[in-house]
T-cell receptor, first 112, second 115 residues
Framework: NAGVTQTPKFQVLKTGQSMTLQCAQD?????MYWYRQDPGMGLRLIYY???????DKGEVPNGYNVSRLNKREFSLRLESAAPSQTSVYFC???????????FGSGTQLSVL | GNSVTQMEGPVTLSEEAFLTINCTYT??????LFWYVQYPGEGLQLLLK?????DKGSNKGFEATYRKETTSFHLEKGSVQVSDSAVYFC??????????????FGKGTKLSVKP
């Protein structure tokens, strides 16, 4: 039972490069989320998708874009990476918005 | 706005000691409250939750009671084990307004349990 799968697990980028973080869930959940985790800051919501076909900004959306490709997949794109985007990124899903979240194991991203 | 404040870490305890991690919140209306645990190198896992005042969430020997009068949801365990070493996050989910349905996390408290 895979749950929420994120790829890659580790990534190093140079400033200005672009990349896409992939997330897929196999629990038939409607809602999906992207968070970033920084030391001393807890987790902060970047974007979420309450259901297939919808996306909304969270607390810290600047510098990111998302795509809800289908019910299973929710990707996060950095168009021009900056050192301030060095962080650990977590994807999560829930049956519906307002229910408990299931998290992936994270992507550790370093932007040099 | 909505926010969660939890005690600063790290917390270091000996095995079988009593654990309390304090959590207080600010929110409009009646949020749902959660504790998540993050083991090294892993994502967060739901530990327990409470959805209304005076509810007690419990799991794996951990407990927390939703106290509306003190806006608190403190995590407790009577006898910790080395395997409980992890980072613990308190979180709330607002049931009101624009942030309805989104989880807001505290900054996390790292617990280390020594044998």
């Amino acid at each position: 039972n895979a749950g929420v799968t994120q790829t890659p697990k580790f990534q190093v980028l140079k400033t200005g490069q672009s990349m896409t973080l992939q997330c897929a869930q196999d629990m038939n959940h409607n809602s999906m989320y992207w968070y970033r985790q920084d030391p001393g800051m807890g987790l902060r919501l970047i974007y979420y998708s309450a259901s297939e076909g919808t996306t909304d900004k969270g607390e810290v959306p600047n510098g990111y874009n998302v795509s809800r490709l289908n019910k299973r997949e929710f990707s996060l794109r950095l168009e021009s990476a900056a050192p301030s985007q060095t962080s650990v990124y977590f994807c999560a899903s829930s049956v519906n918005r307002g229910r408990g979240l299931f998290f992936g194991s994270g992507t550790q991203l370093s932007v040099l | 706005g909505n926010s969660v404040t939890q005690m600063e870490g790290p917390v270091t305890l000996s095995e079988e000691a009593f654990l309390t991690i304090n959590c207080t919140y600010t929110a409009t209306g009646y949020p749902s409250l959660f504790w998540y645990v993050q083991y090294p190198g892993e994502g967060l896992q739901l530990l327990l939750k409470a959805t209304k005042a005076d509810d007690k969430g419990s799991n794996k020997g951990f407990e927390a009671t939703y106290r509306k009068e003190t806006t608190s949801f403190h995590l407790e365990k009577g006898s910790v084990q080395v395997s409980d070493s992890a980072v613990y996050f308190c979180a709330l989910m607002s049931n009101y307004g624009g942030s309805q349905g989104n989880l807001i996390f505290g900054k996390g408290t790292k617990l280390s349990v020594k044998p």
